[in-house]
């Protein structure tokens, strides 16, 4: 045990702290500290309170020069000696030491929130500190928690908005439990995650938010969800809504894969097999005309032409091609007849059942896909953070817990203002 010193003092750089003193035992050090008392008052009646007794509590601290370090803070539990006054005793607190829920020091905790939210995990961040997981992440859910509702810009300057689903948890022998996520597609960032994907839920936390920021969103982007565009249509009637074009081309992708494999078991009766002429161009099929040279071109020709008698392959492969045309036109009017001509085209009666189902589901979001041309937004930004929660899920080895979920994946992927942590207060 030794006296403190003034670079003692310096390290904890608190005014009305003072360093009792510190101790060393193998590689571990601790500080011990209290706060200077000066007139204390009862909360209640307002008389001078007595210290009735001062317990150690130890708190873990940061790091100094590699060594774990530990913070011994010799509280003040009061007393009032008016026995008429209805608070007989309290425990005096400082949030600048630390928060009352936290094992960790306000430094500390900030620290941790930090080095998570970039990306370590709780574990790795709590063999850096010396301690337990579950102090950490305690830590972590508090200041995070503190952080994102502190930071209100992130919500206060989007104007296009984009829901998604991403599963949360899959158990054995049970159903998979899903999220939805509300992302800024403007700016690329998360804005809330929330534990279901009904209706009710997504639906409840829109209409939550300040009135101000319902207005000024006027795009919400969507895949071809009902529950989605219905949520859109009650809570922000004046957005106009925007199919997201990877999901209506990944579409018109599946139906050409369903006629390729109903034309391949009807020519050959089995399923496809290695010398199979569909069979060999399943991928070029999938794959943009522009970017086949003319030996990849005359290839698929050839294998159409052997596997293909009917050339029902053929017309759903000009279909998916035409689409992928219809978001390459820039002009708002004339992608918008092209998609009617498309609809119509694949409508009619002798066109393969699977392209009449394609058409009656772009007819039935005709409206919502041209928005594209107006908007010029997508959903993709939300399928790129949705690969981000999931990375946080992968280096967590997956989440029970949906709060602890939401607190990582916002920190990592929400975009906070960092520099609002520094001036957080938590009692």
């Given at each position: 045990?030794?006296?403190?010193?003034?670079?003692?003092?310096?390290?904890?750089?608190?005014?009305?702290?003072?360093?009792?003193?510190?101790?060393r035992?193998?590689?571990?050090?601790?500080?011990?500290?209290e706060?200077?008392?000066?007139?204390?008052?009862?909360?209640?009646?307002?008389?001078?309170?007595?210290?009735?007794?001062?317990?150690?509590?130890?708190?873990?601290?940061?790091?100094?020069?590699?060594?774990?370090?530990?913070?011994?803070w010799?509280?003040?539990?009061?007393?009032?000696?008016?026995?008429?006054?209805?608070?007989?005793?309290?425990?005096?607190?400082?949030?600048?030491?630390?928060?009352k829920?936290?094992?960790?020091?306000?430094?500390?905790?900030?620290?941790?929130?930090?080095?998570?939210?970039?990306?370590?995990?709780?574990?790795?961040?709590?063999?850096?500190l010396?301690?337990?997981?579950?102090?950490?992440?305690?830590?972590?859910?508090?200041?995070?928690?503190?952080?994102?509702?502190?930071?209100?810009?992130?919500?206060?300057r989007?104007?296009?908005?984009?829901?998604?689903?991403?599963?949360?948890?899959?158990?054995?022998?049970?159903?998979?439990?899903?999220?939805?996520?509300?992302?800024?597609?403007?700016?690329?960032?998360?804005?809330?995650?929330l534990?279901?994907?009904?209706?009710?839920?997504?639906?409840?936390?829109?209409?939550?938010?300040?009135?101000?920021?319902?207005?000024?969103?006027?795009?919400?982007?969507?895949?071809m969800?009902?529950?989605?565009?219905?949520?859109?249509?009650?809570?922000?009637?004046?957005?106009?809504?925007?199919?997201?074009?990877?999901?209506?081309?990944?579409?018109?992708?599946?139906?050409?894969?369903?006629?390729?494999?109903?034309?391949?078991?009807?020519?050959?009766?089995?399923?496809?097999?290695?010398?199979?002429?569909?069979?060999?161009?399943?991928?070029?099929?999938?794959?943009?005309?522009?970017?086949?040279?003319d030996?990849?071109?005359?290839?698929?020709?050839?294998?159409?032409?052997?596997?293909?008698?009917?050339?029902?392959?053929?017309?759903?492969?000009?279909?998916?091609?035409?689409?992928?045309?219809?978001?390459r036109?820039?002009?708002?009017?004339?992608?918008?007849?092209?998609?009617?001509?498309?609809?119509?085209?694949?409508?009619r009666?002798?066109?393969?059942?699977?392209?009449?189902?394609?058409?009656?589901?772009?007819?039935?979001?005709?409206?919502?896909?041209?928005?594209?041309?107006?908007?010029?937004?997508?959903?993709?930004?939300?399928?790129?953070?949705?690969?981000?929660?999931?990375?946080?899920?992968?280096?967590?080895?997956?989440?029970?817990?949906?709060?602890?979920?939401?607190?990582?994946?916002?920190?990592?992927?929400?975009?906070?203002?960092?520099?609002?942590?520094?001036?957080?207060?938590?009692?």
């Amino acid at each position: 045990m030794s006296e403190p010193s003034e670079i003692l003092q310096a390290l904890v750089g608190l005014k009305d702290v003072r360093v009792l003193y510190y101790e060393r035992w193998g590689p571990q050090v601790e500080l011990v500290i209290e706060q200077v008392l000066s007139d204390p008052r009862c909360p209640s009646c307002g008389g001078r309170a007595r210290v009735k007794e001062r317990p150690l509590v130890r708190y873990v601290d940061l790091p100094v020069y590699g060594a774990p370090m530990r913070l011994g803070w010799r509280k003040h539990r009061m007393r009032c000696p008016d026995r008429a006054c209805p608070r007989r005793s309290w425990v005096l607190g400082d949030h600048r030491i630390a928060a009352k829920s936290c094992l960790l020091t306000t430094r500390a905790a900030k620290w941790a929130t930090m080095q998570v939210g970039t990306g370590r995990t709780v574990a790795e961040v709590a063999g850096e500190l010396d301690c337990d997981w579950h102090t950490v992440n305690d830590a972590v859910t508090v200041y995070g928690s503190a952080l994102l509702a502190a930071d209100r810009k992130r919500l206060n300057r989007t104007t296009a908005i984009g829901l998604d689903e991403t599963s949360f948890v899959r158990l054995a022998h049970a159903h998979t439990s899903y999220a939805t996520t509300v992302c800024d597609v403007e700016h690329h960032q998360i804005i809330d995650i929330l534990p279901s994907r009904h209706f009710v839920d997504v639906a409840g936390f829109l209409d939550k938010q300040p009135t101000g920021w319902k207005q000024r969103v006027r795009y919400g982007a969507l895949d071809m969800s009902a529950t989605y565009a219905a949520v859109y249509t009650v809570v922000l009637p004046k957005a106009a809504q925007v199919v997201d074009s990877f999901h209506v081309i990944s579409l018109a992708n599946r139906t050409l894969d369903a006629v390729r494999r109903r034309v391949q078991n009807e020519q050959t009766g089995h399923r496809g097999r290695r010398d199979d002429p569909l069979y060999k161009a399943r991928r070029v099929l999938l794959t943009g005309e522009e970017r086949l040279n003319d030996r990849a071109a005359q290839r698929l020709a050839s294998l159409l032409a052997l596997g293909d008698p009917n050339a029902e392959v053929a017309i759903a492969y000009r279909v998916k091609e035409r689409l992928r045309e219809f978001y390459r036109t820039r002009d708002p009017s004339i992608a918008r007849g092209m998609l009617e001509e498309l609809i119509e085209h694949c409508r009619r009666r002798t066109m393969p059942p699977e392209l009449q189902k394609l058409g009656r589901t772009l007819h039935a979001w005709f409206d919502k896909i041209c928005n594209y041309h107006h908007a010029r937004v997508s959903n993709g930004p939300t399928e790129a953070l949705n690969n981000l929660i999931k990375r946080i899920k992968r280096i967590g080895f997956g989440f029970r817990n949906f709060d602890n979920y939401r607190i990582r994946a916002l920190l990592y992927a929400g975009k906070p203002n960092w520099r609002v942590l520094g001036s957080i207060v938590v009692q």
